[in-house]
């Protein structure tokens, strides 16, 4: 009854004309900066955290929420149509979203990553509403060893990502982590792998690399192609709905990645981008024929596109509950808080019951405004397929060179994205998948930061990752899943898995 009367404050809040708006603008902004590569919601949330000093605070955190959720729906429009990316979370879809896309399944990728979102969206926000004080627990429990365990175990995870070779793609995963160390270090202030380039003393921002491996990467390969090859989609597009036998695959995959990233979410660490990765190999691991991956699976696209949005929004529960940001959304969104005099917390709720339900009915409201969004714009982006890609490369180009300019102003980043780009190129060729290489990077500098916070509490003694349960159930987790794919059989499946057809 309780949680009846707070959902009913909650929308109270939510559904006044003004918040409905906020939120409106919040989905519309999230949504256009996902689609475009480069722009993500940490540079527009930080950009927007001065308009809401004239905004009610309820008000100002449903728009930033907004945006933060709407970009996981956007993020997967460039990834389907233009194996681009919009967002870190959507890498994972563009593995078999982008091979729908080629084989004129573009409408049936986007309906299913954007019911299979608003589905994830909605189980979130109750899961928030019901769960936060127990979940928020749960995220509580976990110390600096646990945290940096469970990294661990995701970057192993993004092994069974990669095709061919095992040692390539540990290669790729430590290739990440030396990119996540350039720039200053945070505890000596000392510069590492700058090369006395003052530019890259604040270190390679993500959307770089990101753009650079991931577009202008796929842009130099196509254009060494013949030119019956350099087309986004190989077949004509037949209709924009999934079938029948599309949603029979994509409401189970869609069902486990709401749950997956439900939890990973709570945890800081995971949240979306880890999520969507875990989501992909739980699904290529359960299936029937694990071939179909990396070909144009539907289960590829649902799993990881529900559960990168359950992770986004519960990342808010530890946000909220106890004022611990679990990524750097959540850092501004804090920021936004402490602007008009609210303190983070367990308190929050009892002390700002509009504040925190009116946010959680918000989120449910913002689901439903962008599947209406998303689904009738789903013919204008597949119009995108019909660009000939002579003149289709280069706006590509341009909105990667707008997008990586936009991040710092500063045309040394445009540099670094070619240089990324002729990187992901060169991948492409030596069949070196990237995906672990960019789980390696975003990764690689929380890792560094729990291993010296958990060698500054043992003293210097590393058994402090075994003599902790949790960590040690973490660890044995990706060492049991390391030997497994390291198994001659299990390494055939993974080649046949992403066998290019």
Excluded at 49 to 55: G, M
Excluded at 116 to 121: D, K, L, P, V
Excluded at 333 to 350: E, N, Y
């Amino acid at each position: 009854m309780e949680l009846l009367n707070n959902l009913a404050l909650g929308f109270g809040v939510a559904l006044t004309p003004a918040n409905i708006g906020f939120a409106l603008i919040g989905a519309l902004i999230g949504t256009l900066i996902g689609v475009l590569p480069g722009i993500g919601p940490i540079a527009t949330i930080a950009m927007l955290l001065p308009l809401t000093f004239h905004l009610e605070p309820v008000s100002g955190l449903i728009m930033l929420a907004g945006i933060f959720y709407g970009a996981q729906y956007g993020g997967s429009t460039t990834a389907i149509l233009v194996n681009l990316p919009g967002e870190t979370s959507s890498v994972v879809t563009c593995i078999d979203g982008h091979q729908m896309a080629r084989q004129g399944k573009a409408g049936s990728a986007l309906a299913i990553a954007a019911l299979g979102s608003f589905f994830a969206g909605t189980v979130a926000t109750f899961i928030i509403a019901a769960f936060a004080p127990p979940l928020a627990r749960v995220g509580q429990s976990f110390g600096a060893p646990e945290y940096f365990s469970l990294m661990v175990l995701g970057l192993i995870a993004a092994v069974v990502l990669a095709h061919g070779s095992v040692l390539k793609a540990i290669a790729m995963i430590i290739l990440g982590l030396l990119f996540g160390l350039v720039g200053t270090d945070g505890q000596t202030a000392s510069q590492r792998f700058t090369f006395d380039i003052t530019q890259l003393s604040d270190g390679i921002d993500f959307a770089v690399l990101a753009i650079g491996v991931f577009g202008v990467g796929e842009v130099i390969a196509n254009l060494t192609r013949g030119e019956e090859s350099r087309s986004v989609m190989s077949e004509k597009i037949t209709r924009l709905w999934p079938t029948r036998e599309d949603f029979g695959l994509a409401w189970p995959a869609a069902l486990r990645g709401t749950t997956l990233g439900s939890i990973l979410g709570v945890l800081p660490g995971g949240g979306a981008t880890l999520s969507a990765f875990a989501a992909y190999v739980l699904e290529k691991k359960i299936a029937r024929d694990p071939s179909r991956f990396g070909r144009g699976a539907v289960e590829g696209v649902a799993g990881p596109e529900s559960a990168n949005n359950a992770g986004a929004q519960t990342s808010f529960i530890p946000m909220l509950t106890l004022g611990i940001p679990g990524n750097a959304v959540m850092a501004l969104m804090i920021g936004a808080m402490t602007i008009h005099g609210i303190q983070p917390g367990p308190q929050v709720m009892s002390e700002r019951p509009q504040l925190f339900w009116g946010m959680v009915a918000s989120m449910w409201v913002g689901n439903l405004m962008l599947l209406v969004i998303n689904l009738p714009l789903i013919g204008i982006w597949v119009q995108l397929l019909k660009v000939p890609y002579r003149f289709l490369y280069l706006s590509i180009l341009l909105f990667c060179a707008i997008g990586v300019y936009t991040i710092g102003n500063s045309p040394f980043s445009v540099l670094i994205a070619a240089f990324f780009g002729v990187a992901g190129y060169i991948f492409m060729r030596l069949d070196c998948e990237p995906a672990p290489m960019i789980l390696g990077f975003v990764l690689g500098p929380l890792m560094e930061e729990n291993l010296r916070r958990a060698m500054r509490i043992s003293g210097g003694d590393p058994m402090i990752f075994l003599n902790r349960p949790i960590s040690l159930g973490l660890l044995i987790a990706a060492a049991i899943l390391l030997l497994i794919v390291a198994l001659p059989a299990i390494r055939r499946g993974r080649q046949e898995a992403f066998q290019e057809s």
